[in-house]
Nanobody
Framework: QVQLGESGGGLVQAGGSLRLSCAAGGRTFRNYHMGWFRQPPGKEREFVAAINWSGGNTNYADSVKGRFTISRDNAKNTVYLQMNSLKSEDTAVYYC????????????????????WGQGTQVTVSS
């Protein structure tokens, strides 16, 4: 099992930057693929970015490609989401998620592939 806790959210002006962190408890973090999802107000939870267990592969939603960067430090049991050039439409609760036992290239954007979720952190971008 893995326990997840996000931090780094807050209020930022459009065009600004934030870095979200997700700390994982447990000794098997390096076995898990990691993802970031977000839930805008009144909308469904949606895929943002994913990174495979080794950090060698990443994937992004079209809406954040070129602005957001996902990374991980397996020695620190932490995954990051660097968010630049933020827009008002990036306002959402951001969740990190962990999953294992599936082919990353096939399922990394699927909510159902991730068995563990953090509690979420609010990101608000003012225009």
């Amino acid at each position: 099992q893995v326990q997840l806790g996000e931090s780094g959210g807050g209020l930022v002006q459009a065009g600004g930057s934030l870095r979200l962190s997700c700390a994982a408890g447990g000794r098997t973090f390096r076995n898990y693929h990691m993802g970031w999802f977000r839930q805008p107000p009144g909308k469904e939870r949606e895929f943002v970015a994913a990174i495979n267990w080794s950090g060698g592969n990443t994937n992004y939603a079209d809406s954040v490609k070129g602005r957001f960067t996902i990374s991980r430090d397996n020695a620190k049991n932490t995954v990051y989401l660097q968010m630049n050039s933020l827009k008002s439409e990036d306002t959402a609760v951001y969740y990190c998620a962990a999953g294992t036992g599936w082919t990353w290239t096939i399922r990394n954007t699927e909510k159902g592939a991730y068995g563990y979720w953090g509690q979420g952190t609010q990101v608000t971008v003012s225009s």
